[in-house]
């Protein structure tokens, strides 16, 4: 397939293998801040083919990881109304919340449909007449704007029974929490792609600028990962810090300003909890006041308070603090059947991907 | 089974879907034709063994493209009497239909499932057909139950493959699911990407003519090739190493699953079967297949091993490994 298997070949991943043995001599994290990143490296076994001195970390780039129980708790309290129907990406459905699941919800009978695009909830809007349509609203920057257009349109429709649970997050705001907050050592990220075909260079300046750590925008191809880790490695061991663009085909140094647009036309941006980050000033995507009659948060409905599973490190996971296997539930309690913390429930979750990929050979 | 309530998990042919079967539908219905846990069982009697297979077709929509609730009820049950290298003899049709389901479907239904089963030289010899209320059922549910006579000589089962044996597929995978996926969610894809859903006996036949020692077939349906092959991994206590560059898999479904994050090893297919035979056979059984319409794509694409017993693992484009495991759960497209 074109701009797919260019990407997947053996003798060039070979070769890019062999320069970064050449080149790389210190011991280095670095962070993969975008769940589908940590996928592929597993994916295509490249982290048993670096050398051992380079330690690969999973960032907090998995949208469904990151969305606190709160909204979850939300999510399954409005959708236990009786005229609420809500729209949800399939892979939100499996998360646990505080006490239950949209998944266990929609076997208890309540109107819970997966989509494909925040469009498809416009759709429901129109079908459901009778109903409250709510979409659960999550993602980062490269499907913020997708949900911006959405409610731009029903907007625009005059339709009066869609409403947003806005619980998408900002990447920038995050990535300078996990620096600030020290926990961890990390001498370079491995910037996402479609965050950054969105937003563009500029807005993650500061990792070189401000913190002196070199980033790389990366393809999600065997040869893009591999050659961001090679031109990782070259600034490390140059003592440089630059923010490059390794996922040219895609990516522009100005990113997407139409979809840019259209996020600032619908959002403001607020203050964001995450999971295992804490809340995170600006990281937030908050409807603009024109729009406050589609904010989901205005159903009212009990919420139950918020628990936590006490052993789920889920949040010191997605902070790179801990790595799967050294969670106490991992693979015992916690499993993709059975899961305790969300990393175990999306496909991009670090949990998940550990646990799928790395099983140790019997 | 978590929480006592049956999730849609519990019917994805992973590994909630296995927990269902060995946990609660296993104990209570034990006897020696069913424990071998293939896709048909064997009754022997004096004209020597019976295949006997049974099988429920719920899917939404009823008409995709290449087929319909109908074609798959049949293609389905015949595929599983092949598997275990009987040819079908007859079949049973269970009807459960809606309440103000329309009659003109039903027809079309019901003359797709005829066509096939002529396709597949079978007859059907019974059945029954239920009426439920309006909601008690989703428009129209489907159980057919087969019989065949086992040829002479052919013992094919999960538990028969043996370090070195060759491991082959039949042709492209993921059609079905992909198909039936894009026609319910109105994905409006260009291409004409069509089920595969299609009778094997003839194919089987064939192969089972160019080798009688076949160790193994398998139909990946729900939970894909991957499923599969750790199924037969699992109860033959050998390793499956596969070559990803040799599974054929169409550019519009590796593209599909590109954007939806979803994995062609886990996808259902409906007219495909993965082949286990004795390595010194593997070129005559491929020459075979391919030889056969529905085996045209077919390919090599692994082979058993000692090492790593249960366990199936994948030797990627790249060069590097990782660990084929069982579905778990159901596929979910990602968010991003």
């Not at chain 1, 522009?252 to 036309?265: C, F, I, L, T, Y």
């Not at chain 2, 009688?212 to 050998?238: F, H, K, M, W, Y």
């Not at chain 2, 491929?286 to 529905?294: F, G, K, N, Q, T």
Request: aromatic fraction near 6%.
């Amino acid at each position: 397939m074109k701009f797919i298997d260019e990407f997947r070949n053996k003798e060039i991943a070979q070769g890019l293998i062999r320069r970064i043995f050449e080149v790389s001599a210190r011991p280095i994290h670095l962070m993969e801040v975008c769940g589908t990143h940590t996928v592929s490296f597993f994916r295509y076994g490249i982290r048993d083919m670096l050398p051992k001195h380079i330690r690969l970390l999973s960032g907090p780039g998995c949208p469904v990881c990151v969305t606190p129980n709160q909204n979850i708790d939300l999510a399954i309290a409005l959708s236990r109304r009786d005229d609420v129907l809500l729209a949800t990406f399939g892979d939100m459905m499996r998360v646990p919340g505080s006490t239950s699941s949209l998944q266990k919800e929609k076997a208890e009978g309540r109107r819970i449909r997966i989509v494909y695009s925040p469009l498809d909830s416009l759709r429901l809007a129109k079908e459901n007449p009778e109903k409250k349509v709510v979409f659960l609203a999550v993602g980062f920057e490269t499907t913020s704007p997708a949900i911006a257009m959405t409610l731009l349109k029903a907007h625009s429709e005059g339709i009066q029974n869609l409403y947003f649970l806005n619980s998408q997050k900002r990447v920038p705001p995050a990535l300078r929490a996990l620096l600030q907050s020290e926990k961890v050592q990390i001498h370079g990220f491995i910037l996402p792609g479609h965050v950054c075909t969105i937003l563009g260079r500029e807005p993650f300046a500061f990792l070189s600028e401000e913190f002196k750590r070199p980033a790389v925008i990366a393809g999600f191809e065997p040869l893009d990962l591999l050659q961001a880790v090679w031109m990782l490695v070259n600034q490390v061991e140059k003592d440089q810090a630059s923010v490059e663009i390794q996922y040219t085909r895609v990516v522009r140094d100005q990113g997407n300003p139409v979809a840019v647009s259209k996020m600032e036309q619908a959002f403001q941006q607020d203050e964001a909890l995450w999971r295992g980050l804490g809340w995170i000033p600006g990281s937030g995507c908050r409807l603009k006041d024109a729009f406050s009659s589609m904010d989901a948060r205005r159903i009212e409905v009990d919420v139950e308070p918020p628990r936590e599973h006490p052993g789920c490190l889920c949040g010191e996971i997605l902070q790179a603090v801990r790595t799967p296997p050294e969670c106490p539930l991992f693979k015992t309690v916690c499993h993709p059947d059975h899961p305790v913390g969300p990393c175990m429930v999306s496909v991009e979750g670090a949990c998940f991907t550990y646990f799928k990929y790395e099983q140790t050979q019997s | 089974m978590p929480e006592g309530k049956i999730l849609l998990a519990h019917g994805s042919g992973g590994k909630l879907s296995h927990d269902l079967v060995s946990d609660i539908l296993l104990p209570r219905f034990s006897n020696p034709f069913l424990e071998p846990l293939d896709d048909s069982a064997r009754i022997t009697n004096q004209e020597g063994p019976l295949a006997f297979t049974t099988d429920s077709y719920v899917i939404n929509p009823l008409f995709f493209p290449g087929g319909d609730i109908g074609k798959l009820a049949v293609c389905g049950t015949v595929n599983d009497l092949s598997m275990v290298g009987a040819v079908p003899s007859c079949l049973s049709l269970s009807l459960i239909i809606e309440e103000g389901f329309s009659i003109e479907l039903l027809e079309r239904i019901l003359s797709s499932a005829r066509d096939a089963a002529e396709e597949a030289s079978i007859r059907i010899v019974t059945g029954d057909t239920k009426v439920v209320e309006h909601g008690a059922a989703d428009q129209l549910f489907i159980t057919t139950s087969g019989i065949g006579w086992i040829r002479k000589g052919v013992h094919l089962s999960g538990v028969n493959a043996r370090p070195g044996d060759t491991v082959l597929v039949s042709g492209f995978l993921g059609d079905h699911e992909i198909a039936v996926l894009s026609q319910r969610e109105g994905f409006g894809f260009q291409g004409e990407l069509k089920s595969d859903c299609a009778p094997l006996n003839g194919l089987v036949g064939r192969m089972l003519e160019a080798c009688p020692t076949l160790r193994c077939l398998r139909d990946p349906t729900r939970g894909g090739l991957a499923t599969s092959l750790n199924e037969i991994a699992s109860r033959s206590r050998v390793g499956i190493v596969l070559e990803e560059a040799q599974i054929p898999v169409r550019e519009s479904v590796l593209g599909t699953c590109e954007l939806l994050g979803l994995d062609p090893l886990y996808l259902a297919n409906e007219g495909k079967l993965i082949a286990i035979c004795p390595p010194q056979e593997a070129e005559r059984v491929l020459e075979a297949m391919r030889a056969h319409p529905s085996g045209k794509h077919a390919e090599i694409i692994g082979r058993v091993t000692e090492e790593n017993p249960k366990r199936v693992t994948l030797q990627t484009l790249i060069g590097g490994h990782r660990v084929v495991d069982m579905l778990t759960g159901t596929q979910y497209p990602r968010i991003c």
